[in-house]
């Protein structure tokens, strides 16, 4: 602790307990607070989650939720070393991923960013454009900076920029299935760092080819971690635990509130529901960190407005195929919207070949034996299996997988499924005005905001959005500190 840590600690509430909760609880206890982290599942992580399947010989767990993490930066890689992780950090197989359109698939262009292609006119980026298409994309350099100038969102900047079909057959599917939103519906400050890249070089396709020189893992973009990202989520938890962080599983927060006597010390009052309504004024705390997702934040706040919804459905089919040993489409396929088939809107919009994609869990699996995970449904539009017996989704995976896989995948082959439907309040086209509200309303005393409705989607945002939010509010604590 620092020399000027004052002698009684202060008191921290964290409500939510996915990553960017136990990442800021974390740094506040380890910084000296006293922190009480709520969380409302019996379960911690949010949505990175462990599940296995039984009695298949795969006793081995898998993610169904979040899989791996963006190594741009190298912000990630930083955290788990410094949290014990760095020999548990595993680069994926260097097989690239596919992307599909109509009944087809063609390899996705290698060095791009959110789909731009960086070489447009390159033997891959053609195949999968058509050449008219890749021609017009191949342009946007010589463009003056007048045209996109009005654009507000990422897919009216690259239409423009790039044309329709880069947008259709690249960057719509690529975005869709990362950010599980449409591009023309995702603001351009999402994207600070390929818009800061755009603002230097007057081109998106030099933006995309600066971002990629950043990216240094030699297996592409991402990374994992060997076990699984619940290992990140446990070493969180022994992290908090060890820096005598109390954990309140299974505890949901009604509502969080500002003390009306003001007393010093005792800032804040968190209500958890299991104390019902009347049981005194609430729980005292000098500071507290929201790290749920928009909506519940705004509702435990007290605001009117809520964050708009997203629902996933990921669908996880262990297979006995060994038709699929050669991974026919790497480490996995994205789904261009086909408007020939309208049917196909319906479909899958990603599909991520597990085991091909990570050695460890192919080696777990055994041979012949393939994970293969599927996610249905974006913003605005609902998973076609929500609410589908188990039986109905299974006849659905399997279609789509033989479609995608391009390998037929009888009911026979299937050793287990599992499901997990995700439903959350991010990538809100409204996300800026809706977090100002919410801090227009509790502007009371200290209190930080984190999750991925702040900070950006996947853990490379969340991570040092939520240290950086722990970091600002014990630093804003000193300060009441020294000036009370
Ligand atoms: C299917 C899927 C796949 C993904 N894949 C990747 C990937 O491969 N790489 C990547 O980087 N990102 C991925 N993401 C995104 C990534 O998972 C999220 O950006 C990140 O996990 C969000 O973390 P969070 O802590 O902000 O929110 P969450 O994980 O949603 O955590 C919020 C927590 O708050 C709790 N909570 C809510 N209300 C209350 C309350 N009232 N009281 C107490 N607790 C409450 C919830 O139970 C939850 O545990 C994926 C997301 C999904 C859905």
Not at 27 to 56: C, H, M, N, P, Y
Not at 221 to 249: F, P
Not at 383 to 397: G, H, N, Q, Y
Request: charged share 25%.
């Amino acid at each position: 602790m620092a020399a000027d840590t004052p002698a009684v600690p202060p008191r921290i509430a964290v409500i939510g307990g996915g990553v960017a909760g136990l990442v800021a609880a974390g740094e506040l206890a380890e910084g000296g607070a006293d922190v009480t982290l709520f969380e409302a599942s019996s379960r911690l992580g949010g949505r990175i989650k462990r599940e296995s399947i039984d009695g298949a010989g795969f006793d081995v767990g898998f993610d169904i939720g979040a899989e791996a993490f963006a190594t741009r930066g190298g912000t990630v890689a930083a955290f788990l070393e410094r949290i014990g992780l760095a020999e548990r950090i595993v680069q994926p197989a260097p097989i690239g991923s596919w992307l599909a359109e109509g009944g087809s698939a063609v390899p996705l262009p290698a060095a791009g960013t959110l789909g731009i292609p960086a070489r447009p006119l390159g033997a891959d980026a053609i195949r999968a454009l058509g050449l008219a298409a890749a021609l017009r994309a191949s342009a946007e350099p010589l463009l003056p900076r007048s045209c996109g100038a009005a654009a507000e969102t990422l897919g009216e900047l690259v239409r423009q920029r790039l044309g329709s079909g880069a947008l259709d057959r690249l960057v719509r599917p690529v975005v869709l299935g990362v950010h599980s939103a449409d591009p023309v519906a995702l603001p351009l400050d999402r994207f600070p760092e390929l818009t800061a890249e755009y603002e230097r070089t007057g081109s998106l396709i030099a933006a995309a080819r600066a971002l990629r020189r950043h990216t240094t893992a030699a297996g592409g973009a991402v990374a994992g971690i060997e076990g699984g990202m619940s290992v990140l989520v446990e070493a969180l938890e022994a992290r908090l635990a060890a820096a005598g962080g109390d954990i309140r599983r299974g505890t949901p927060v009604a509502r969080v509130r500002g003390s009306d006597d003001g007393s010093a010390g005792e800032a804040w009052r968190v209500h958890p529901e299991e104390y019902g309504d009347n049981v005194g004024g609430g729980l005292p705390f000098d500071a507290v960190l929201l790290a749920t997702t928009e909506r519940a934040t705004r509702s435990l706040l007290g605001s009117a407005e809520t964050g708009r919804e997203t629902a996933v459905e990921v669908v996880a089919l262990l297979v006995d195929a060994p038709g699929l040993d050669e991974h026919p489409r790497g480490t996995g396929v994205l789904v261009a919207k086909d408007p020939s088939r309208p049917e196909t809107a319906q479909r899958a919009k990603a599909l991520t070949h597990a085991t091909a994609k990570w050695t460890w869990l192919a080696r777990a699996a055994g041979a012949g034996r393939h994970l293969i995970r599927l996610s249905y449904g974006s913003l605005g539009r609902q998973p076609i299996t929500r609410d589908l017996a188990d039986d109905e989704v299974l006849d659905i995976a399997l279609r789509d997988a033989s479609e995608l896989l391009g390998v037929e995948l009888k009911r026979d082959s299937v050793l287990g499924m599992r499901r997990a439907l995700w439903v959350f309040s991010a990538a809100d086209p409204e996300r800026s005005a809706a977090e100002t509200d919410a801090l227009e309303g509790i502007a009371r005393g200290p209190i930080a905001l984190a999750g991925d409705w702040v900070h950006g989607t996947g853990l490379a945002s969340v991570i040092p959005g939520a240290v950086a939010a722990a970091d600002e509010l014990l630093a804003a604590l000193q300060r009441s500190e020294v000036t009370a």
